[in-house]
């Protein structure tokens, strides 16, 4: 089983539909993010969040929202989805020690909004 | 300008050839620097850290050139399965948990 677990893998929604990708870990790392990748381009971080009682917006947050239900969960959501959020999102997870650029990545969620 | 600047490529090389990827960032007070692998619709995997003095990991060779504000990675007898993107990752010392990666940069490793 994957250490990092995203779900939906894929989903095609329509315009003004409200979305949850869901991402869990079993690495017991503090940290967990959001990316977005659009093609040909690099990763570009939506929301952080170093423990339970903190979130970070990241360079791209409107949109977005996210929730950290736990220390091993955190959900993104588009509250209303428009045609250029179609992407594939990254979850990924890092520990608070030493190594804590090594970030863990899920398998991605493919979302296409029409 | 960007962060973090790559080299798009795509660089084309056969099987047996060195070739050489550059990362540039802007942030002066960066902390660590990283290289991840990117395969096709896949998720990114940490190829190797880069170390101040220079690290080495079989075939690949990462740099770092502080002064110049610049990484890279050195891919040595290239094999076919080394075709991938290939992300520079950058965190500044201002937030140790944030990443920023470059765009990537893409090689084809041919027969």
């Known amino acids: 089983d994957a250490d990092v677990t995203q779900t939906p893998r894929n989903r095609i929604t329509k315009t003004g539909k409200r979305i949850m990708l869901e991402c869990s870990q079993t690495?017991?790392?503090?940290?967990m993010y959001w990316y977005r990748q659009d093609p040909g381009l690099g990763l570009r971080l939506i929301y952080y969040s170093f423990d339970v009682k903190d979130i970070n917006k990241g360079e791209i947050s409107d949109g977005y929202s996210v929730s950290r239900q736990a220390q091993a969960k955190f959900s993104l959501s588009l509250e209303s989805a428009i045609p250029n959020q179609t992407a594939l999102y990254f979850c990924?997870?890092?520990?608070?020690?030493?190594?804590?650029?090594?970030?863990?990545f899920g398998e991605g969620s493919r979302l296409t909004v029409l | 300008r960007k962060e973090v600047e790559q080299d798009p490529g795509p660089f084309n090389v056969p099987e047996g050839a060195t070739v050489a990827f550059n990362c540039t960032y802007s942030n002066s007070a960066s902390q660590s620097f990283f290289w991840y692998r990117q395969d096709c619709r896949k998720e990114p995997k940490l190829l190797m850290s880069?170390?101040?003095s220079g690290n080495e990991d079989g075939r690949f060779t990462a740099q770092l050139n502080r002064a110049s504000q610049y990484i890279s990675l050195l891919i040595r007898d290239s094999k076919l399965s080394d075709s991938a993107t290939y992300l520079c990752v950058v965190i500044p010392y201002t937030n140790a948990g944030k990443s920023t990666f470059g765009d990537g940069t893409t090689l084809t490793v041919k027969p």
């Open positions: 990924a997870t890092s520990d608070g020690g030493r190594r804590t650029g090594e970030l863990f």
């Open positions: 690495k017991g790392h503090d940290r």
């Open positions: 880069v170390y101040s």
